[in-house]
């Protein structure tokens, strides 16, 4: 397991941007998929996007696509940039890594960052 350091969260009007940071503490990031997920409030967490290894393999919720993007540097930190927040878009964002292929699946991760709070006002 690797420690995971999120940033970026905070309160924007619709129509608004943020971009959350996810940071290793210690190990490098380059052998693990890397996810990001959301638990809004009386909700399940759900799957918002993942990065491969390589970083060539990005999939996405369909809530999400064309307004979210992830993606990873060579300092092994993991970005999304998240354009166009609706309201339904507010919920704790978690990062999250693992072995194996890249997914969707919470499953696939056993490395969870604390959360970032998103906050989309109407």
């Known amino acids: 397991q690797v420690q995971l350091v999120e940033s970026g969260g905070g309160l924007v009007q619709a129509g608004g941007s943020l971009r959350l940071s996810c940071a290793p503490s210690?190990?490098?990031?380059?052998?693990?998929?890397m996810g990001w997920f959301r638990q809004a409030p009386g909700k399940e967490r759900e799957f918002v996007a993942a990065?491969?290894?390589?970083?060539?393999?990005t999939p996405y919720a369909d809530s999400v696509k064309g307004r979210f993007t992830i993606s990873r540097d060579n300092a092994n930190t993991v970005y999304l940039q998240m354009n166009s927040l609706k309201p339904e878009d507010t919920a704790v964002y978690y990062c999250?890594?693992?072995?194996?292929?890249?997914?969707?699946?919470?499953?696939?991760?056993?490395?969870w960052g604390q959360g970032t709070q998103v906050t989309v006002s109407s």
């Open positions: 210690g190990r490098t990031f380059n052998t693990y998929i």
């Open positions: 999250a890594a693992g072995l194996g292929d890249v997914s969707s699946s919470p499953h696939s991760y056993d490395s």
């Open positions: 990065i491969s290894k390589g970083g060539y393999t």
